[in-house]
């Protein structure tokens, strides 16, 4: 662990082994915080934090860049890593996500920089009055396992960028590849206590950072049911949840097919399906559903190539674990027993030196109430439900307690446009994947939905890690 700006092991003197879901491999020993821990770096975050936040916007920006340029410097050595310990391809995604945190970092470094706050007008002609951004002291940190390192860049870079101090626990089935990110940034040789990281399990360790008086605002990137915990250790100190999806893909009669397969190849299978912003829900029109389908199916034998993650061809890995594993085999089964149909894949594969390797599936006449189609399954599946209307669509899609995102394939701009304004998502893409993010933009989920709330994306969790400060001056 790193605390204080010294590498550490845990107080207890505990500690678990890591294990390839790829490989099967031992890969790692890892340090088993507790709370203890937690707090220790907690004490280390808060002692570093007065002297962050008077620093110059322009320093700490300059050492975000640090921390990309090590990044960059290890980029082989950490997409190996995370290829390794999460699973996912070298070639086709492991280096994209490094690629990616090292823009994380540099986004974060020229937004803290461009932080203003505002000169509003006072009543009195003889006063001013400053609005001033100011950090609110130590977050902590909590992500998860299916993008190791651009989901906590996603936090811990704005929140250094904008002044505070940081405590990261990252989740303990990739715990590898966070330790990794965490060299580079104790690489960079920021002071003491700025950043810190306890690894563990999140229910201890996640918990402590979420509950602890000594953290003032919490950035969780998870699942729904973990984010609700946090939320409610966390009460009262301003958090950033960015939680669960089940977001739908509606694919109208009028839509560019070849455009919507497409598309779909990457909602359903990139990471595995291993993403809250996959196509868990695909609603095609009844009108198009079967020659859709059957492109959708040539495509996934043409461009997914389920295989070992460090080989070139290869384009989808393992999952991660058991659990998400067992969650896909409960699914697929629920929806078989419910009438749907395998249209290719439904189970796991086997030859492989772990069980974790799951067939790219695709399901089709799935009935609206199967457990593929109403929860977040996280896997790689493309479960098709017949729709006859626009409007039958809508309900469906907000007939989920999820509000992630969602896509729509029309060549009817109107339709897209109605289907932005009516659907309950806090990202809505037209003719575009359920997976097509852009980092510098506000990415979460809408009220009201157990999608989370705040914002992860360029500039947007600053709002949520500063608060305002009024200064009025009378001449």
């Known amino acids: 662990m790193f605390i204080r700006g010294e590498w550490t092991v845990s107080k207890s003197g505990e500690t678990f082994e890591a294990e390839s879901p790829?490989?099967?491999?031992?890969?790692?020993?890892?340090?088993?915080?507790?709370?203890?821990?937690?707090q220790r770096a907690i004490a280390a975050a808060d002692e570093a934090a007065g002297a962050w936040a008077r620093e110059s916007a322009w320093v700490r920006g300059n050492l975000l860049h640090r921390v990309a340029d090590e990044i960059g410097k290890r980029k082989d050595t950490l997409a190996r890593t995370l290829?390794?310990?999460?699973?996912?391809?070298?070639?086709?995604?492991?280096?994209?996500?490094?690629?990616?945190?090292?823009?994380?970092?540099?986004?974060?470094?020229?937004?803290?920089?461009?932080?203003?706050?505002?000169?509003?007008?006072?009543?009195?002609?003889?006063?001013?009055?400053?609005?001033?951004?100011?950090?609110?002291?130590?977050?902590?940190v909590i992500t998860p396992w299916n993008w190791p390192y651009t989901m906590p860049?996603?936090?811990?870079?704005?929140?250094?960028?904008?002044?505070?101090?940081?405590?990261?626990?990252?989740?303990?089935?990739?715990?590898?590849?966070?330790?990794?990110?965490a060299e580079c940034v104790a690489e960079a040789d920021l002071p003491p206590g700025v950043f810190n990281l306890v690894t563990g399990p999140g229910s201890v360790v996640g918990d402590e950072i979420a509950r602890?008086?000594?953290?003032?605002?919490?950035?969780?990137?998870?699942?729904?049911?973990?984010?609700?915990?946090v939320a409610e250790a966390a009460a009262g100190k301003a958090a950033v949840l960015e939680l669960g999806g089940n977001g739908p893909i509606v694919v109208m009669d009028d839509a560019d097919l070849d455009?919507?397969?497409?598309?779909?190849?990457?909602?359903?299978?990139?990471?595995?399906?291993?993403?809250?912003?996959?196509?868990?829900?695909?609603?095609?029109?009844?009108?198009?559903?079967?020659?859709?389908?059957?492109?959708?199916?040539?495509?996934?034998?043409e461009r997914v190539v389920l295989g070992d993650p460090f080989e070139d061809a290869?384009?989808?890995?393992?999952?991660?674990?058991?659990?998400?594993?067992?969650?896909?085999?409960?699914?697929?089964?629920?929806?078989?027993?419910?009438?749907?149909t395998v249209v290719a894949g439904g189970e796991r594969a086997s030859g492989f030196p772990t069980d974790l390797y799951w067939r790219p599936t695709i399901l089709d006449r799935v009935p609206p109430d199967a457990l593929v189609?109403?929860?977040?399954?996280?896997?790689?599946?493309?479960?098709?439900?017949?729709?006859?209307?626009?409007?039958?669509?809508?309900?469906?899609?907000?007939?989920?307690?999820?509000?992630?995102?969602?896509a729509i394939f029309t060549r009817d701009l109107a339709k897209g446009l109605r289907y932005a304004d009516e659907v309950k998502t806090g990202w809505v893409n037209i003719?575009?994947?359920?997976?097509?993010?852009?980092?510098?933009?506000?990415?979460?989920?809408?009220?009201?939905?157990?999608?989370?709330?705040?914002r992860v994306g360029g500039a947007a969790p600053m709002e949520a890690f500063t608060e305002l400060q009024t200064v009025v001056i009378s001449q």
């Open 259 to 301: 455009l919507a397969a497409d598309a779909t190849v990457t909602a359903c299978f990139l990471c595995a399906g291993q993403s809250c912003t996959a196509g868990e829900r695909l609603l095609v029109h009844r009108d198009v559903r079967d020659e859709f389908v059957a492109k959708l199916a040539a495509l996934i034998t």
């Open 212 to 229: 602890n008086p000594g953290t003032h605002g919490v950035g969780f990137i998870g699942s729904t049911e973990t984010g609700r915990r």
């Open 83 to 140: 290829t390794l310990d999460q699973g996912k391809p070298l070639h086709a995604e492991a280096i994209g996500e490094v690629e990616e945190l090292i823009s994380y970092f540099r986004n974060a470094a020229e937004d803290g920089v461009r932080l203003e706050g505002r000169i509003p007008n006072s009543v009195s002609a003889g006063k001013r009055v400053l609005l001033l951004r100011r950090p609110r002291g130590v977050i902590g």
């Open 153 to 181: 860049a996603e936090l811990i870079a704005p929140a250094l960028a904008s002044g505070n101090t940081v405590v990261w626990t990252p989740a303990s089935t990739t715990a590898v590849a966070g330790i990794a990110l």
């Open 373 to 406: 189609a109403t929860e977040e399954t996280f896997g790689p599946v493309a479960p098709v439900v017949a729709v006859d209307s626009l409007d039958q669509a809508i309900d469906l899609a907000n007939a989920s307690p999820y509000g992630l995102l969602s």
């Open 314 to 340: 290869t384009t989808m890995g393992p999952l991660n674990n058991e659990g998400v594993a067992v969650k896909m085999d409960e699914h697929v089964a629920d929806a078989v027993e419910r009438g749907a």
């Open 22 to 38: 790829a490989t099967g491999e031992r890969i790692g020993v890892v340090q088993k915080g507790g709370r203890e821990d937690a």
């Open 431 to 454: 003719n575009e994947s359920s997976n097509y993010w852009e980092t510098h933009l506000p990415f979460g989920g809408r009220s009201g939905t157990a999608s989370g709330i705040g």
